[in-house]
């Protein structure tokens, strides 16, 4: 599986950004999906993951509220939908694939190039 994130770019503090991830393969809708971001001088940090058929979805506390994470399985497509966005959510964000099992242990197999997201303040 082969995974390209898109997206990202400059908005104002307060802005919307709508990041899509592009996956390869024949197993997409059976995949988990995570959304991930870095920082400079930071780890990485998970914000969201969606099950294979999209019914359930997931989200760290500092993604809960702001963030929504989607999918549309016949476009090999995963979304991740930014609100309310804040000086620090700046960062590279990207997107990985993993198995079933991936729910429930948040491990990704695959991953994607990053999408740089910039929020001025």
């Known amino acids: 599986v082969q995974l390209q994130a898109s997206g990202g770019g400059l908005v104002q503090a307060g802005g919307s950004l709508r990041l899509s991830c592009v996956a390869s393969?024949?197993?997409?809708?059976?995949?988990?999906l995570g959304w991930f971001r870095q920082a400079p001088g930071k780890d990485r940090e998970f914000l969201a993951r969606?099950?294979?058929?999209?019914?359930?979805?997931s989200y760290a506390d500092t993604a809960n509220g702001r963030f929504a994470v989607s999918r549309d399985n016949a476009k090999n497509t995963a979304y991740l939908q930014m609100n309310s966005l804040k000086p620090e959510d700046t960062a590279v964000y990207s997107c990985?694939?993993?198995?079933?099992?991936?729910?429930?242990?948040?491990?990704?197999?695959?991953w994607g190039q990053g999408t740089l997201v910039t929020v001025s303040s």
């Open positions: 969606i099950s294979g058929s999209g019914t359930r979805a």
């Open positions: 990985a694939a993993g198995s079933h099992s991936s729910w429930y242990s948040n491990d990704f197999t695959y």
């Open positions: 393969g024949r197993t997409f809708s059976a995949s988990t």
